[in-house]
């Protein structure tokens, strides 16, 4: 460990013999050790951590510890322990993009009756929907986003873009999620904070014309939608807190690409086998014609 430090701060234009002195060690020492050949871990270490390298920067920088291990045991058959990846992860200088807090508003009285109470299980697709809403800053001003998840693959089936917070920007992402999944009147819950756009009357009505449960959370807490925030916090510090947004339409664009084209179709997910949502319900229909 010593003969690589000194080799760190060589490269970093420190005098062998200054660093060799500072650690403890002898020059000849040291130039043995460089000359030696690298172990067999060491050479199977190198080879891992440019997998680590190129899954985090496919994964666009988002990925820890944990996603790094499923992508390598699952998408790349790579048999390794969580330490080792965090060491290489580590010595590589990559690492996972953290959550950040967000402000607490105020919630409205509720319109409908909590139908989930914070079991947010399905066994089926199309049983139960949460939705949200987020908003971020570009220099034009905000940009906001409503989304529709589906509990039983986390996927995003409904989503929707605007620069207000009106209830149409609500109703527009429920009637992609209607277009798109086509649920049978009677069979699914869509779950809902009390902001004002989820209580206001052309929201309740869509619900009622379309079959569609209503439920919102009676208590004031995130808690009671935590599977949707959750959501929004990790497309809150993948995607929107990377880099200052310039116009409304680059932040769209952004968020629809990253919706489609990653976390739908390609972002694992520990909550469901390491799968992302497609590749889930892709196995689940698979497995189920098998039966």
């Known amino acids: 460990m010593r003969f690589r430090l000194v080799q760190e701060l060589a490269a970093d234009g420190v005098p062998v013999a200054v660093a060799c002195r500072e650690l403890g060690v002898s020059p000849s020492g040291y130039y043995e050790w460089r000359g030696r050949a690298p172990s067999a871990r060491a050479v199977v270490d190198a080879a891992l951590s440019t997998q680590i390298v190129e899954i985090h920067t496919m994964s666009r920088g988002s990925y820890g510890v944990p996603r790094m291990h499923l992508e390598l045991r699952l998408g790349r058959g790579v048999r390794c322990g969580r330490k080792r990846i965090a060491r290489l992860m580590r010595a590589a200088h990559v690492q996972g993009i953290h959550r950040r807090h967000g402000k607490r508003h105020r919630p ?59 209830a149409e920007l609500v109703v527009d992402a429920l009637e992609m999620a209607r277009w798109r999944r086509r649920p049978q009147p009677g069979q699914t819950v869509v779950h809902s904070d009390r902001g004002s756009q989820y209580t206001a009357w052309a929201f309740g009505q869509r619900l009622r014309s379309a079959g569609l ?7 004031a807490s995130a808690l009671d939608n935590s599977m949707m925030e959750s959501f929004f916090g990790t497309m809150q510090r993948e995607l929107l807190d990377r880099k200052a947004w310039a116009t409304r339409t680059e932040l769209a664009r952004a968020i629809f690409e990253w919706i489609e084209g990653w976390y739908n179709p390609r972002r694992r997910h520990t909550s469901i086998g390491g799968l992302s949502p497609v590749d889930y319900e892709r196995s689940r229909q698979a497995a189920s014609s098998a039966a």
């Open 108 to 166: 409205l009285p509720a319109v409908h009756d909590d139908l989930v109470r914070r079991r947010f299980m399905a066994d089926a697709p199309d049983r139960l929907w949460l939705t949200d809403i987020t908003e971020h800053p570009t220099r034009e001003g905000k940009v906001y986003c409503a989304a529709v998840l589906d509990v039983y693959s986390r996927r995003i089936v409904g989503w929707s873009i605007a620069d207000h917070l009106r």
């Open 213 to 219: 449960l209503g439920s919102m959370g009676l208590v």
